[in-house]
């Protein structure tokens, strides 16, 4: 099972592709649905038995979905510590799925585009992520495959509440909308907290670069729906896209100030940020989004040319921790990391050795 998932380090997640509309902001959207099985206890009241039950009923439902073929089903009860992480880094499992493997397992489909968490707070989380501000198109994607998935396995549903969830804020729909995205310049001219505030009395939450419990790094935000009971998933994704519009169109307004009034400052931190990155010996995690923000930024205004979008967001991900163990086959301490993070960049940069 490791063997198969070492060839996703061989290709590249469609969200990273650096694509789609405003993809210099959106990183990406993520469309992803909450759903129980019917007649089965929620996750926070199953036993073992009922654990085992659901991944079953699941497994086999998975195969009677057309849209969906052969996916690669992998057990987390199967996987190292190392290859859990793997997952989390890759966006297509969450922290706390990793952290208990016990009875759970994710399905993923070709491009990493689709993913299907099994036994986490919930029976399913249903996901479908893609590159750039492609929400509508990511919804209809997972609703049609919500809707062959629901003629497999009976869903938990009530006439009165909707979709029957672990969470109360999940009840309803069970859709939670998200999108990553990359605001630098709202950070640099500190008009970051306002925005933050702003969105959270909108209905709106933000978290880190991996979602709930973490915090914003590297200028990289998840913003997403924090209730869904009482709207449609239609209304939710149009809420979603209508406040995050006034976001990108603040973003944008940020960087032309930056760049017509500060230009020189902002060269010199993206070429520092770049500088450091092709020649650092060695570099933390944190370190590392920072400086792949401001060069991003750079790349985005065109302030420098002969790098792309695209290796950028690669390097966001392959310079993580279970990924630089991947590459290397096998453990590495927290000081060998910063070494091997060190000499990825290096290369994938075109520093000379």
């Given amino acids: 099972m490791a063997k198969i998932l070492d060839e996703l380090l061989t290709k590249t997640s469609e969200w990273l592709r650096g694509v789609g509309p405003v993809s210099d902001i959106v990183m990406s959207s993520r469309i992803r649905l ?38 690669m089903v992998f057990e987390m009860g199967q996987l190292d510590e190392v290859d859990r992480q ?24 070709q491009g990493e585009v689709i993913s299907v968490m099994i036994n986490e707070e919930d029976h399913l989380r249903i996901q479908v992520m893609q590159s750039g501000l492609n ?80 915090e914003a790094q590297g200028n990289f935000f998840q913003i997403s729906n924090q209730v869904s009971l009482g709207r449609t998933e239609e209304e939710l994704v149009e809420n979603l896209e209508r406040i995050l519009k006034q976001i990108i169109d603040q ?13 020189l400052p902002l060269e010199d ?7 450091i990155l092709r020649h650092a010996q060695t570099i933390t995690s944190n370190e590392t989004l920072d400086l792949l923000s401001a060069v991003r930024l750079g790349v985005d205004l065109t302030l420098m040319k002969g790098l792309d979008r695209t ?21 590495l301490s927290a000081q060998e990391r910063d070494a091997k993070r060190a000499s990825l960049i290096r290369r994938r940069l075109g520093a000379k050795e």
Wanted: net charge positive.
């Fill in 34 to 71: 909450a759903r129980n099985l019917q007649k089965l206890p929620f996750a926070t009241r199953a036993s073992e038995a009922s654990q085992t039950e659901v991944l079953r009923v699941v497994k086999e439902g998975l195969a009677k979905v057309p849209s969906f073929r052969s996916p």
């Fill in 86 to 109: 793997f997952l989390v880094e890759r966006h297509l499992i969450s922290r706390e799925h990793a952290s208990q493997p016990d009875h759970r397992a994710v399905a993923i489909g």
């Fill in 135 to 214: 929400l509508r198109d990511g919804w209809t994607l997972v609703d049609a495959l919500d809707d062959e998935l629901s003629a497999a396995i009976p869903y938990a549903y009530s006439t009165e509440w909707g979709y029957l969830t672990c969470c109360l804020t999940n009840a309803g729909t069970g859709m939670r909308a998200s999108v990553m995205v990359h605001l630098p310049a709202l950070v640099l001219s500190k008009q970051i907290n306002k925005v933050l505030h702003a969105i959270t009395k909108l209905g709106l939450t933000a978290r880190g670069l991996y979602g709930e419990g973490t």
């Fill in 251 to 263: 973003e944008q307004s940020a960087r032309e100030s930056l760049v017509s009034n500060n230009r």
């Fill in 269 to 275: 931190r993206v070429w520092r940020a770049y500088g």
């Fill in 311 to 331: 290796t950028v967001n690669e390097l966001l991900i392959y310079s993580q921790p279970a990924h630089l163990q991947k590459l290397q086959g096998g453990r």
